[in-house]
């Protein structure tokens, strides 16, 4: 019988320096997107797609982020006084109970691929999903959960996919492809930011995975790869040697890259735009907005 993937890492060890000066001392993690931080919305996909372990690779200076999920009696205490039983509600499901979670240290950077390594002994002999919080994707069916529906069809190693124009692929993993089955797709090699004009496809990976052991005991061998990196797809690349048991999934929903500051400013507009509370005030203000910038061309 096919094991659950009740188990996620979350790679929280960078330093976030393309939002400096705020990161100076603010995790990137807990920047608020609307009005809840980017490790929540990668939470709260894991939950939906019945994770119950939660493992953070961190690195010096993450404190803020392991008290985020830890319970406030006395702010809770304070809303239960005021009767305001909504935002006690919204609270409560930041917090994560005793043993769900688990915080190991990165103490170099010296990529995501090292970063999971990191988490190997709490991963064990099972499966593991791996969520990048700067990849926050807007989906009516969770992302994880999708993939974890598929994986339970398919077995092996699964990578989120998505494509790219041409021009683009040079900033991804891209995948090689063995056979296109429409949603998904068998691989049978991945590169690692390709020169420009040599990627094999546009079909580019982003930051959800569900990944067997042996990908992680490929990581062992710690082979520098892109930009003197570990890089995690070196070793999905050798799991496809090995095993030929990795799969593209085609997921659906809209990814936005808060890891860049375009990035996170599109998904702001987009989440906000997405809330009945913000959706009138904010739309009407960008309709303002554009019509302001036509007036003066």
Same mark, same amino acid.
């Given at each position: 019988?096919? /094991?659950?993937?009740? /188990?996620?890492?979350?790679?929280?060890?960078?330093?976030?320096?393309?939002?400096?000066?705020?990161?100076?001392?603010?995790?990137? &993690?807990?920047?608020?997107?609307?009005?809840?931080?980017?490790?929540?919305?990668?939470?709260? &996909?894991?939950?939906? $797609?019945?994770?119950?372990?939660?493992?953070?690779?961190?690195?010096?200076?993450?404190?803020?982020?392991?008290?985020?999920?830890? =319970?406030?009696? +006395?702010?809770?205490? &304070?809303?239960?006084? /005021?009767?305001?039983? !909504?935002?006690?509600?919204?609270?409560?499901?930041?917090?994560?109970?005793?043993?769900?979670?688990?915080?190991?240290?990165?103490?170099?950077?010296?990529?995501?691929? =090292?970063?999971?390594?990191?988490?190997?002994?709490?991963?064990? !002999?099972?499966?593991?999903?791996?969520?990048?919080? !700067?990849?926050?994707?807007? $989906?009516?069916?969770?992302?994880?959960?999708?993939?974890?529906?598929?994986?339970?069809?398919?077995?092996?190693?699964?990578?989120?996919?998505? &494509?790219?124009?041409p021009e683009k692929t040079s900033s991804y993993g891209v995948l090689d492809l063995k056979e296109d089955?429409?949603?998904?797709?068998?691989?049978?090699?991945?590169?690692?930011?390709?020169?420009?004009? +040599?990627?094999?496809?546009?079909?580019?990976?982003?930051?959800?995975?569900?990944?067997?052991?042996?990908?992680?005991?490929?990581?062992d061998d710690m082979k520098e790869g892109a930009g003197g990196e570990i890089q995690l797809t070196d070793?999905?690349?050798?799991?496809?040697?090995?095993?030929?048991?990795?799969?593209?999934?085609?997921f659906n929903g809209q990814r936005f890259d808060c890891g860049s500051k375009a990035g996170f400013l599109?998904?702001?507009?987009?989440?906000?735009?997405?809330? !009945?509370?913000?959706?009138?005030?904010?739309?009407?203000?960008?309709?303002?907005?554009?019509?302001? /910038?036509?007036?003066?061309?």
């Amino acid at each position: 019988m096919r /094991k659950k993937v009740t /188990k996620a890492i979350f790679p929280v060890a960078g330093l976030g320096t393309r939002f400096l000066p705020a990161t100076k001392s603010v995790p990137k &993690e807990i920047m608020t997107l609307v009005d809840r931080p980017l490790i929540q919305y990668a939470i709260d &996909e894991a939950r939906a $797609a019945g994770i119950k372990e939660f493992i953070f690779v961190t690195s010096r200076g993450k404190g803020a982020l392991e008290d985020y999920f830890d =319970h406030s009696p +006395t702010l809770e205490a &304070e809303l239960e006084r /005021k009767g305001k039983m !909504d935002l006690l509600e919204i609270l409560n499901d930041t917090n994560m109970e005793s043993g769900a979670v688990a915080y190991v240290r990165q103490h170099k950077a010296m990529g995501l691929g =090292h970063a999971v390594w990191c988490a190997r002994k709490l991963v064990g !002999d099972e499966p593991v999903a791996v969520l990048l919080p !700067d990849d926050v994707i807007a $989906a009516e069916t969770p992302c994880l959960q999708q993939m974890v529906e598929a994986y339970e069809e398919t077995g092996g190693n699964m990578v989120a996919a998505m &494509e790219v124009s041409p021009e683009k692929t040079s900033s991804y993993g891209v995948l090689d492809l063995k056979e296109d089955l429409g949603q998904m797709v068998s691989v049978k090699g991945m590169v690692e930011k390709p020169a420009e004009g +040599t990627a094999p496809s546009n079909l580019a990976v982003i930051g959800r995975y569900i990944l067997t052991p042996q990908v992680l005991k490929h990581l062992d061998d710690m082979k520098e790869g892109a930009g003197g990196e570990i890089q995690l797809t070196d070793a999905i690349a050798s799991e496809i040697k090995a095993s030929d048991n990795v799969y593209g999934y085609r997921f659906n929903g809209q990814r936005f890259d808060c890891g860049s500051k375009a990035g996170f400013l599109q998904a702001t507009v987009a989440f906000g735009l997405a809330r !009945d509370d913000l959706k009138d005030e904010l739309g009407q203000y960008l309709q303002e907005l554009s019509f302001a /910038k036509k007036a003066a061309e």
